[in-house]
C-alpha cells in the first residue's frame, strides 16, 4: 500500500489564518514604533510635562492610522508617563521635586537588594559587559550626549538586577525604570558635576561588586540610588543631596 501523501490542508489553513491577522500584526509593529518614538519625546523633554498629546494629531504627522496611536498612548499611560483625563484627553505627567524624591524612596532599597544578591552571583560575562557601559558612557561625555550617557545608565542598572537572579525583582525594577527616567532621578540633565566622574562611580560600583562583598556593595548601591553617591554638582558646590540625584 502507498504510503499516505501529506495534507496541505494545515499548511493552507496556517496560510489563512497568517492573512487574517496581518493587519493586526502590522498595527501592533507600527504601535511599537510610536510607542518607542512618544517615550523618548516624553523621557527627552521634546513633549513637556502637561503637554497634550492629541492622538489625531500624531497619526496625522506620522502618517499612519490612529489605531496604533491609541495602543501606544494605552501603554504610556500604563507606565506612568501620560494622565488621563476624562472629556480633556491624555497629557504628560506633571513633574515635582517630591516626585522625583518618592521614586528614589523606592529605587533606593531595590537598588540596594540587587546589589547584594548580585554580588553573590556575578560571573564574568556581567562583569565584562558592566564595563562595557561603563566605557559607553565615557563616550557619550567625550560627545556631550546625555541621552546615551542615560541609557547606558539604565542598562547598567538593569543588569545588575538581571545579575541578582531574582526575576520579582526584575520585574519590579522594570516597572519602576519609565518613572525614574521621566522623573530624571537617573543621569538628572541638570546635574552640573563632572559627568566623568559620574561614570568612573559606575565603575566603582562594578569593582565592589567584583569583591564579591555583599553588604558594601548593598550599601554603596543605596546611596547611589539616594544620591549620596561622591560626585560634586556645582550647583551646590559640595556632594550631591537627593534632588540632584546622581545616575
Request: proline fraction near 6%; avoid cysteine.
Amino acid at each position: 500500500m502507498p504510503p499516505k501523501q501529506p495534507s496541505d490542508s494545515g499548511a493552507g489553513t496556517f496560510a489563512s489564518t497568517l492573512v487574517a491577522k496581518k493587519d493586526g500584526l502590522r498595527i501592533t509593529l507600527i504601535s511599537d514604533r510610536v510607542y518607542d518614538l512618544l517615550r523618548s519625546a516624553i523621557v527627552e523633554g521634546d513633549l513637556a510635562p502637561g503637554e497634550r498629546v492629541v492622538e489625531s494629531e500624531i497619526a496625522r504627522r506620522l502618517g499612519v492610522s490612529q489605531a496604533p496611536v491609541r495602543e501606544a498612548v494605552k501603554q504610556l499611560a500604563r507606565e506612568g508617563l501620560l494622565t488621563h483625563i476624562p472629556r480633556r484627553g491624555n497629557f504628560v505627567v506633571e513633574i515635582s521635586g517630591q516626585d522625583a524624591d518618592n521614586a528614589r524612596q523606592v529605587r533606593e532599597p531595590l537598588e540596594r537588594l540587587a546589589a547584594q544578591l548580585a554580588a553573590e552571583r556575578i560571573t564574568e560575562e556581567h562583569l565584562r559587559d558592566l564595563g562595557d557601559l561603563v566605557d559607553q558612557m565615557h563616550r557619550a561625555v567625550a560627545i556631550n550626549d546625555i541621552s546615551r550617557f542615560r541609557n547606558a545608565d539604565i542598562a547598567f542598572h538593569t543588569l545588575v538586577n538581571q545579575a541578582a537572579g531574582n526575576p520579582f525583582l526584575v520585574r519590579m525594577w522594570e516597572l519602576l525604570e519609565p518613572s525614574l527616567r521621566a522623573l530624571h532621578a537617573i543621569s538628572d540633565p541638570l546635574f552640573e558635576g563632572d559627568w566623568h566622574a559620574m561614570a568612573d562611580e559606575h565603575g566603582r560600583l562594578m569593582s565592589l561588586l567584583r569583591d564579591g562583598d555583599p553588604e558594601e556593595a548593598a550599601e554603596a548601591f543605596a546611596a547611589h540610588a539616594a544620591g549620596r553617591a561622591p560626585v560634586a554638582d556645582r550647583r551646590t558646590g559640595k556632594k550631591p543631596a537627593p534632588r540632584p540625584a546622581s545616575p
